[in-house]
């Protein structure tokens, strides 16, 4: 069975650009989470989906969106880029409420 | 708002030795789950155990056990016979039981090296 796939796994934007980050779940993965990872933040929740309804969305800007689509893949997107926003964004996905997490290999995003 | 503290930044163990890892918690609820995450250089999260409140008996998986002190809120990871490929990042982490959300909410790590 496949895991959590992230992808693009790297990228250099620069100020000012937008963002799309892409997660494929693991088959039959309902849930799906971000979470972004910074060396001073630390591991910081920014949204979970199920069934294509946003469930929880942690204390980001508004520029930080996300969504989920009918065979449960979710992108986030992440507009008007600051240097700030340079980080590993971790996916991650369940099959419902309490059922293990698993996360991907994470995106690694650089704001120049 | 539930918090996880880990207070060791930084440890090392021999290898074959053993270790354990602190980490303690704040919630006021009387149900819920606590994880131990570890994070390698490559940087994917896997998970190592995991426990739920409401069982009493500490989880175990081959090397890796826990010592759960509910009352004390304590969630301490222990690894036995500590190997290489133990080298890694570790984090404790919580999230609410019967919540409408599988929001984790994480501790700040401990950098564990094992040394041969």
């Known amino acids: 069975k496949a895991g959590v796939t992230q992808t693009p796994r790297y990228l250099i934007k620069t100020r000012g650009q937008q963002v799309t980050l892409s997660c494929s779940p693991i088959s039959g993965h309902r849930s799906v989470s971000w979470y972004q990872q910074t060396p001073g933040q630390g591991l910081q929740f920014l949204f979970e989906y199920f069934s294509e309804t946003q469930r929880n969305k942690g204390n980001f800007p508004g520029r930080f969106s996300g969504r989920q689509f009918s065979n449960s893949r979710s992108e986030m997107n992440v507009s008007t880029l600051e240097l700030g926003d340079s980080a590993l964004y971790l996916c991650?996905?369940?099959?419902?409420?309490?059922?293990?997490?698993?996360f991907g290999e994470g995106s690694w995003l650089t704001v120049v | 708002a539930q918090t996880v503290t880990q207070s060791q930044p930084e440890m090392s163990v021999q290898e074959a030795e053993t270790v354990t890892l602190s980490c303690t918690y704040d919630t006021s609820e009387n149900n819920y789950y606590l994880f131990w995450y570890k994070q390698p250089p490559s940087r994917q999260m896997i998970l190592v155990i995991r426990q739920e409140a409401y069982k009493q008996q500490n989880a175990t998986e081959n090397r890796f056990s826990v010592n759960f002190q509910k009352a004390a809120k304590s969630f301490s990871l222990k690894i036995s016979d500590s190997q290489l490929g133990d080298t890694a990042m570790y984090f404790c982490a919580f999230m609410n039981y019967g919540g409408a959300t599988n929001k984790l909410i994480f501790g700040t790590g401990t950098l564990l090296a094992v040394q041969p």
């Open positions: 991650a996905s369940s099959l419902g409420l309490g059922n293990t997490i698993y």
